[in-house]
């Protein structure tokens, strides 16, 4: 039995057994952080208001935190923009359309950045 079949049946075990699922990359909450943490390091203004958009994106109910940055699709994105237009921030929600960006092109940059060829891989974000 090939690895990827053997993972595969050891969660679905996981899932039928209640227990969490787990994966080896960062989580959704990881990757704001360490986005939010950057953007202070090179001292952005603007870090604050980004760190309580990308809060309110944790608050929805269409994405868990505890995600796997690499599992948000592009479904999830709309879902929580959604919410905001719903509430009429239209303005808002374009901003934090923006911020989602930025945080994962930080997320894709991070992990093929040649100055941390040695570090571990975080996010494994793919470009689709």
């Known amino acids: 039995m090939s690895d990827a079949s053997l993972r595969c049946k050891e969660q679905a075990q996981k899932l039928q057994q ?10 959704l909450k990881t990757l704001f952080k360490n986005y939010i943490t950057d953007q202070r390091l090179r001292g952005k203004r603007s870090h604050e208001k980004t760190d309580n958009r990308l809060k309110q994106v944790l608050g929805s109910h269409h994405i868990n935190g505890d995600t796997s940055a690499r599992d948000i699709t592009p479904e999830h994105i709309k879902n929580v923009l959604a919410e905001f237009i719903e509430r009429g921030v239209l303005a808002g929600a374009n ?17 093929n950045d040649p100055a941390k060829l040695k570090g571990k891989i975080l996010y494994v974000i793919n470009k689709k």
């Open 18 to 27: 209640g227990q969490p699922i787990t994966s080896p990359y960062a989580s």
């Open 95 to 111: 901003k934090v359309r923006a911020n989602l960006h930025a945080v994962f092109n930080f997320g894709l940059f991070s992990d």
